[in-house]
């Protein structure tokens, strides 16, 4: 049995060879198909995976709140965030971990060897650990330096660059604005860029009591930055700083919020659920893509069927029986199918890891996504081969030796 098996594949293989345009046809149909097929799952993927990878550097188990300085009670004060919000919720909040407040403005800073315009950030010692953000090099401040307002500063690599020319800066100081000056005690280790294109290496941090008494917050901070203790209370934890920020700016029933609350969590099941819709529909495409490349070896094997009936023909009038005919067409389909598949396998990785490379971001390719192209790809091309191999074994053999 092995024995007839290898004569039916080694004359399925001679014969695909002694057709070389009909076979070659036949297999560029099902490896455009598999090939796009495994393009469009990487590029799903790998976009996925970037726009994700996006949002958790923003931190995990965080909450985000902002201040909406549109909005004013009814005296026509604002009600700015301040260090007032922030112990309110260290104080009332039971799902909290940590608070950390943020203000950032875009500032001049002087070195020894440039001046450079950049992000100066005013923060506390835990925005590192909310942002999930380690140190190249040197430490970041601690509680000390914020209670005595310390001239001390960490940056990011950019800024590294940028101020002192691949000087080590540890140590070194800096001018923020014009009458700032901080010793630099601590560099990022680089994030690179948003899929915004903003580049979050591009930072200082300083102690927030810094930041306010030597520049000024006369609007308050930026945002508050509060982590919760677990994922799962994220929810649990936008309820219930609602009130705890309403009782903080002292506002009635009738008064709308004047904050207003996020999380990165929130957003990326957001992006997640675009994504999937996105990367099912190209996959889709795809695959139609792929039932082309069948019909087109059901068409090719036809017309092999009918330059080959006097063939067909002559098997038959030596003893061929129709099982044997069926199985010699199907093996023909399944060898033209299968190195189709394989080249489409190469067509599809060698595009994903280009589209990879040129975006810069992980390829999201798997060794079972490629074999489950290559065997959809091969068991299209064998069922869109079952009617030609079929016809061809219903032939009469008188009528077929009488065929020209």
């Known amino acids: 049995m092995r024995r007839t098996r290898s004569e039916v594949v080694g004359r399925a293989v001679r014969t695909a060879i002694r057709n070389p345009g009909r076979s070659i046809l036949t297999m560029l149909g099902l490896a455009i198909g598999v090939g796009a097929f495994i393009a469009m799952v990487s590029f799903g993927t790998g976009a996925r995976t970037s726009v994700m990878q996006q949002f958790e550097i923003l931190g995990t188990r ?15 004060s604002s009600k700015p965030l301040s260090d007032a919000d922030v112990e309110a919720l260290r104080r009332d909040g039971m799902t909290i971990e940590r608070v950390v407040p943020r203000i950032t403005e875009a500032h001049a800073v002087t070195s020894t060897y440039a001046t450079y315009s950049t992000k100066v950030t005013g923060t506390m010692p835990g925005f590192v650990d909310i942002r999930e953000w380690p140190m190249l090099m040197g430490g970041m401040f601690d509680d000390t330096d914020v209670q005595q307002r310390a001239k001390v500063a960490v940056i990011g690599t950019t800024t590294a660059r940028e101020l002192f020319r691949g000087a080590d800066p540890i140590g070194q100081t800096i001018t923020i604005g014009s009458n700032l000056p901080c010793r630099i005690i601590g560099v990022l280790v680089s994030k690179g860029e948003r899929t915004t294109g903003e580049d979050m290496d591009d930072n200082i941090l300083i102690p927030a009591t810094t930041y306010e008494a030597f520049i000024g917050m006369p609007i308050g901070y930026h945002e508050l930055m509060v982590q919760v203790r677990d994922i799962e209370l994220l929810e ?16 009635s029933d009738a008064e709308p919020d004047d904050f207003r609350l996020g999380s990165p969590a929130q957003q990326a099941e957001v992006a997640r659920f675009v994504s999937n819709i996105l990367t099912g529909l190209l996959v889709s495409i795809a695959a139609v893509s792929l039932l082309v490349g069948g019909i087109g070896v059901m068409n090719i094997q036809l017309v092999s069927v009918a330059e080959r009936t006097k063939e067909i023909g002559v098997r038959s009038a030596i003893g061929a029986s129709p099982r044997q005919i069926l199985v010699q067409f199907l093996s023909e389909a399944v060898v033209l199918s299968f190195t189709g598949s394989m080249i489409g396998v190469f067509i599809g990785w060698l595009a994903s890891f280009l589209m990879a490379q040129a975006m810069a971001w992980s390829s999201g390719l798997s060794v079972l996504t490629m074999v489950g192209a290559a065997a959809f790809g091969t068991s299209v091309g064998v069922a869109f081969g079952y009617l030609p191999a079929r016809r061809a074994a219903q032939l009469e053999p008188i009528e077929a030796l009488r065929h020209e």
């Open 62 to 76: 965080v909450v985000y709140v902002w201040g909406n300085m549109r909005r004013r009670n009814f005296s026509g």
């Open 236 to 251: 649990t934890a936008m309820l219930e700083f609602v009130p705890i920020m309403r009782r903080s700016h002292r506002l």
